[in-house]
């Protein structure tokens, strides 16, 4: 029987959230697209529910030349909206954009997204392509974490039940262009097939490239990290023959399942086609 | 828990579980222009507008409207009277169970900036309807964008 | 006529009542434990539990149900209001909470402990048809209102024929070319937004009172008398708007349980289905494998075709209305050509699926697809082209249709040649390949719905229109005011138009098979004629219509559409669909228009994304999130051309268009596919990634 004495708090500082989490059975709520659906199915029976919308230090965001921080109450609609997130990081703005529909847009969080960890969200491969990392607190010690090294499973982060992420850096890398496209053969605002984050960081030259970053959602339990693009590409000047080459290399490293959005064979060729345009979208950004 | 924010313009104080869903409470108050449809935030039948941006009510906890600006179809009728007569005039609407929905996002249209067609369209992709095959849902959309 | 539609200011402002937004004093409400097993027997139910939750006013099960017979159906009676011994679906309904919230219900009714022992479960339409399957019915033809006898086979709900296989054979045996492939479509439901709902209010009286998501209230107050005894008089359905229907609402639903439950516990017991038992737990499209053959002379003319389809009826019977329990759309498939020997045959099966009804133009868009992509098939594999085919085969005037009938006028060919005329002003993507395909289909109109209507003198000269069924969206109370309007020289604000109770009037057929215009038009303008005729000291007339007929008059819709895909993905775009529409007069133009819109946004939905995912014995798309829906940018260009001068039926000479573009949409889609790419898609819905396979494989169009 769900009971209707789950205890409702509503912070204004991220010490006194984490002061409210501390307790059996208790949660964060971010924008609550996701946590409403399991309570009101009787997936999660909550004691207590810290909300983290009051909390004015989880909602800044800002870009200098050298990083972009957003924080973890920054709803999507907001990151889509903004327009030296659209200039600095392109992929992350389009990701930002594209997500379900524009009420969850206007609702879901950073922070909530990326806590989630539902492998077919389209955030964490575009993040992962520009070295995101994410800054947590607990109560007595805060860390920060490469996205990249975040996900542990399906819906599971390393993310303790006590920690909260505060917020995303992404560190601005002169020459680095970067992209994010998504699949979605049956319907706009279905979750994609596959998602592919690229970015390519050119040298002074600006032509070889230093270094290639490739991530893809969608196709495995997490996000999959291509490091293999990198020892491809990186030096090269991105000719159609290597980017293909390099794309190729996710057939590997994705692990995609049978499901209404397509086969795993279907998924792993659709994998190395959206990297690879991934990729390609890096060079004409 | 006593829950305050503004519905349609007025103060409200409500004493009510702070999980209940939004559409529930506002439903409860005998607003029932917000409809339930898929109840998982995929229609669009009960969009609310919180904070000048369209809500999932199916899916919105409400006690997460603390201190919000709350409207629901039956304030933005009387607030915005010429959207509503775009919708009457292009017949933006057959069976009309989606139309409160549409009308909602479509005065939270600002929150986006959306302006041209192809804006408009990715940003009501989010409210579904079966009748009318959204022609002339999109007239009257566009037609409010246009004024504004 | 331009006036604005009779319900849009409430509609638009949120005023218009719906069912859910009923409230009676002292309603209770019901949640319903449903079956997790395709085929089991029913062991034990414990409900001690569920019993003991706060605000839980009862648990019931189908040993307290206070009827003779726990059946119910729209023509066969084989549904039970709550499953006794066997459960035959994933979904079936084994025990109801009735609580002070529906919140509470619904937890309760998880707490129910039902123990089953498994049956073996039939999934698909083969299976049953073999010959040591399992009965899912042990005696089907003993059910009231049952079309079959013991020797019509095992499994079977509906068998229906057409023609002589024999003669059919024997043509396509003297044929030059021939066809001979098998075209498959899913079980699809009607994405009504509005999810099915109802109360029900029974008084110690013997009356009774009801609320509900039901587009026929005349047939829905018979079938409650029957089963629960009740004198008819006193069986009264309310007035309603419903939220969508598309032939989803026209089954009793959750009105028995909720009557037999407003029975047992003396109070108002209404119910709203969560979307996703609405998408687990009513009656959608059936799911249909359908063969076609035909054969060519050295002319191109058709010589003589065959279609067999076996349909998935599911568990139950009781949700198909027609006298045949059959779907007329199946047995009509080549209903605009000229075919010396045609057989047909259309066969539903029980399985232990979800049962299946009628969704607009029953088993229409799924023959429309088979024959209109087989027909296609013919065109190009034997050179004289997919357009030209159609051209030598479609009837004309002086023809009679494979079915014995004789239409005012046969327009097939006009439709397709402005379908196939019109200008091409798309951007194809880079690199993408392009085609067109071209569909047709084509339905007759003819008898007068049975329906009837009351005009009385209202305040002030005002005239107010009584009508028996409720708007489903479609306008007919508009067209009604229209008429009342024109025909006695009122202004709108003059005429009120409302649906009343099952009490208040005599008769209705429900809404449906594309025929409320036909029928209101006919009523109206009898009313008109008598209200004329009026002396003044009486205040009202009633009319009902005669089950006459007029014509039969055909209307057709033919589908150009226009797609690209992409060759590395086999990702599909429909760039656009023309729909070219045979019309006689319009009552309103605006409504006319967005029933072509709709229906033709429906057909793509079937083409391109809707599907259940019924798999082993379950629907698996249980929301909207994994049962799509087109939205408004999934959706391509929707391009009408009118064929205007067409003769229709009744006072007003219009034609059906309700059911029309709805049905070639699929068979427009695929056949556009296979011009693009050179490979054919026979199954729906036409997936990005059947394309890329086959175009992998290589293919012939």
Known sequence: MQSTDTEFLIPTSVSEALRNIAKEDAIFLGGGTSTALLYKTRMIEPARVVWLGNVGELKGMFASPTEVKIGSMVTMAEIAADREIARLLPGVSSAAGVIGNARVRAMAT?????????????LPPALIAVDAKVSVRGGSSSREINLSDFYEGFLETVLAPDELITEVTIPIIPNRHSSYLRYTPTSEGDYPTVGAGASLTFNGDGKSISTAKLALCGVGAVPIVSSEANLVLAGTTGDDSVLRRAADMVREAVDPQDDERGSADYKRDMAVVFAYRALKACLVS | MNINFTLNGKGMELDVDPMALALDVIRGLSLTGTKEGCGVGVCGACTIMVNGSPVSSCICLVGTLVDKDVWTIEGLAEKMPELIDSFVEHEGMQ???CTPGQIVAAASIDSVGASSPEEVKKYMAGNLCRCTGYQTILSAVEDHVAVN | MSERRIDAVAKATGAAKYTADVVLDGMAHVAVNRSDFPSALIVKIDTSVAEKVEGVLGVFTAKDLPVAVNLYGRRVFDVPILVNERVRRVGDPVAAVVATTREIAEAAAELIEVTYKEMPAITTAHEA?????????????EYKGAVVTPETGRNIQSLETHGSREAAEAALRSAVHIIDETYTTPGDHQGYIEPQACIADYSADGSLRVWATNKSPYRLRDVLSSVFGLDPKRVEVMPTILGGDFGGKGAPGEVPLCTALSILTGRPIKMVLRYSEDLLSTDGRHASEIRVRLGIDNEGKLVGGIAEALLDGGAYAGFKPVNTV???GIVDAAIAYRIPEFFVESKIVYTNN???GHMRAPGSPQAAFAFESAIDEL???????????????LLSEGDVNPYGDTWLEYRGKEVLSLATSQPNILDIPKGWLYGEGVALYARSMAAVPKTSLRLLRGQGGKVIAEVPIPENGAG???????????GLGLNSDQIEVKQVSTSLLPTDAGVGGSRVSLGVTVAVADAIKLWKEMPPDQDAVEVTTNEGSDGPSGAYSAQLARVAVDPATGQLKVLEIISAVDVAEIVNSKAHQMQIDGGTVMGFGFGVMEDLLEDAGQPWALSMGEFKLPNVADIPKLSTVLLHGGKGVGP????AVGELTNCPTGAAIANAVADATGVRIRQLPVKAEAIYWAMKEGGTK
């Open chain 1, 110 to 122: 950073l922070g909530g997204a990326l806590a989630h960890a539902d492998p077919r969200q389209d």
């Open chain 3, 354 to 356: 979800q049962p299946k």
């Open chain 3, 129 to 141: 048809l073999e010959s040591n399957a399992q009965l899912i019915h042990d005696r089907p033809w």
């Open chain 3, 379 to 393: 065109g190009r594999r034997s050179g004289i082209g997919p357009i030209k085919i159609r051209e030598i085969n």
């Open chain 3, 652 to 655: 007003n000479n219009i034609k």
């Open chain 3, 326 to 328: 059959n779907l007329h």
């Open chain 3, 476 to 486: 007919g109370q508009t067209v009604v005011r229209e008429m009342i309007r024109s």
């Open chain 2, 95 to 97: 069976c009309g169970i």
